[in-house]
């Protein structure tokens, strides 16, 4: 049984320092009335490829590197 949870242990360990980083965030048109969400908006990292497109919400996940 110790053997076990140990393994899943470092399973575990092993699965959150490896995981890939990532920025989220939401996108808004800033009218006079109120803040509406732009869908279908492009956002990349400066001088790279990575990049994404909001959704309906304006919501938005792009991965992170600390090395970039």
Avoid: C, H, R
């Avoid at 509406?36 to 990349?44: D, K």
């Amino acid at each position: 049984m110790k053997k076990i949870i140990y393994i899943l242990f470092i399973t575990l360990i092993s699965q959150s320092v490896f995981a890939q980083q990532k920025i989220s965030g939401t996108i808004y048109e800033n009218t006079a009335e109120e803040n509406m969400p732009l869908p279908g908006v492009n956002v990349y990292w400066a001088d790279t490829q990575i990049g994404t497109v909001t959704d309906f919400d304006g919501k938005f996940e792009i991965p992170f590197e600390k090395n970039n």
